[in-house]
Every structure is written in structure tokens, then in C-alpha cells.
DNA sequence: CCCTTGGGTAAGCATAGACTTACCGTAAGT
DNA sequence: ACTTACGGTAAGTCTATGCTTACCCAAGGG
């Protein structure tokens, strides 16, 4: 992190917030599954629908700092949120994921044919 | 990051380096792929295979930034690389996706059984 | 109506890690 | 062999961000 700046791909103008774009909801999912602590959280609301201070408790973090990743994973389409009488249950959200799947596929292609190409060509050093 | 000792899964000992465990590639990968620059590094290299000095030429970042990313990636099963003359090919290794892929279907899965569960109980309030 | 419970937000700190420049191997070319 | 090209490694800098405590707002229950 802290520096990488250039060649992220920024959308258009300056918006308030990221709102849902194809190629930058992968990076997002990324970014906030890259965090271990936040996957922990991420995997445990994705076993059961929890509230935020159920998580901290189990959880070797304060209330505030899993309510700060929950928000990470939100923004991300990793996770849904909704009232419960004074609490607020979080669960799973697949849409994250899906843009995952989306990011997979496409290199998964791109493997498969770079791969074909090398089987192609023989191997003997592509180029000097 | 910074912090995010506790939850961790810890294989055994204290190995030099983690080796293949199947749950830390998934982690490895997401903290490969979180990071913007190494992912741009990652798409490229799998968009055709590359040697170091050309990725850097057209990057933002210095050649031992990139060399230290492809290290990272290399790592996380992410890219394969081979000596090709006096340079070194880095090409796309499939294995770190299929990881991601495991990762993926894993709680997809959660996310049906999830939602077939929710769906038996009436939505009304889950438990105030 | 208070009071309790649950949780988001603010302000601030500390550190992981992404960068840099400098240096040193190793493989080819002449 | 000398020289050049390519890249990995070392050492050090700086900032993004994960964490904490303190504060405040909202929803129920008595």
C-alpha cells in the first residue's frame, strides 16, 4: 500500500464514494479480503449472520475496529447490514464474491491461452 | 494491516517459510493481490510473459519494486518465472487462482446454505 | 420519560510495507 | 578476459491504515 497511485485505473471525476464499477469492485474486494483480520471478520459473518459486538467479542479487537471493517467490507459488496430492534445484523453478501468470480474467469482465459500459445511455439526461448 | 497477529491460523512451528499449507494460499494470495501496484504487475504478466526490466520500463515504479512484487506474487503461486539468457521470464501461474477459485466456492456455498436457511424461517425479525 | 444497550464516528498513535538508491552477482557478447 | 546488461538484495525513508480510547446518537424496556 501507502505509495501506488499511477495506474490505478480512476474512473472518471472525483466522486464522493466508489458506487459500482466492474473492474474496480474486484480491486476493492481485494483490498478488503487482504487484510487478515478482515477476512477473519468477513468468514465469520459468512458462517452466521452476527452483530457487531457478537464479532468483537470473539474477536481479539475492539468493538470500534470491527465496526471500522465492517464498513470496509460493506463498501466492498462483501457484506449487507440491516436493523434488528437496537442491533444491527450483518450478513453475508454474495454480490463481493461475484465480482471475484468475474476477476477469476477472466485470468483463468488468459492463462488458458497464453498457454496454448507457449504449446504452440516451441519452447526454445521465445525471444533473445 | 499493521496490527493482525491474533486470529491467524499459525500451522505449527515457525518454519523459515510457509510452504503450502491449503487455507494460507488463499490468505497469501489476497494480501498478494491487495496491494494495486502488484496486481497491475500480476495482470500484466499474465496478459503476456514479461522480464523485469520490460515491466518496470512501462510501470510507474523501479525496477527492484517490481523485482520485489513478482517476488511477493512468486510466493503466493501467483506467477512461475524462468532464466531466458541473461534475463528472467515471469510468466502467469494458474495455481495461485486456483486457490482463490477453492476459496471462492467454499463460501459460496455458505452464502446458499445461508440463504436456504433464511428462507425456511419467515423473514419476520430473526430474533429480537 | 430516564436508563441501558448497541454501535457508528473522531482523533490520534504506531507499524507494516511499498518505495527509493546503492551495491553485487551472473550470463552473453566481442 | 573485459565489458555490458539484467536482476536480485540491502539499507533506509515515508505514508497508508489498523488499532485504540473517548464521545455521541438511536432504539427499547422499566
Redesign the interface.
Known amino acids: 500500500?501507502t505509495?501506488?497511485q499511477?495506474?490505478?485505473k480512476a474512473s472518471a471525476g472525483p466522486p464522493g464514494r466508489p458506487v459500482a464499477d466492474q473492474p474496480l469492485a474486484a480491486?476493492a474486494v481485494?483490498?478488503a479480503?487482504?487484510?487478515?483480520?478482515r477476512?477473519?471478520v468477513f468468514?465469520r459473518v459468512?458462517?452466521?449472520?452476527q452483530s457487531v459486538g457478537e464479532l468483537a467479542g470473539e474477536?481479539?479487537?475492539s468493538r470500534p475496529a470491527v465496526s471500522q471493517h465492517l464498513r470496509v467490507l460493506k463498501d466492498a459488496g462483501l457484506v449487507s447490514d440491516g436493523p434488528?430492534?437496537t442491533r444491527r445484523?450483518y450478513?453475508?453478501n454474495?454480490q463481493g464474491?461475484d465480482h471475484?468470480?468475474a476477476y477469476?474467469d477472466h485470468?483463468?482465459n488468459?492463462?488458458l491461452a497464453?498457454f496454448k500459445t507457449a504449446a504452440e511455439q516451441p519452447p526454445k526461448?521465445?525471444r533473445?
Chains 1, 2 share one sequence.
Not at 46 to 49: I, K, M, S
Open positions: 500500500m505509495y501506488a499511477g495506474p490505478e480491486a481485494f483490498a479480503l487482504g487484510d487478515p483480520t477476512r477473519e468468514e459468512a458462517a452466521r449472520p474477536l481479539p479487537v434488528a430492534g445484523i450478513r453475508m454474495p464474491l471475484l468470480r477469476l485470468f483463468w488468459q492463462s497464453a526461448e521465445s533473445k
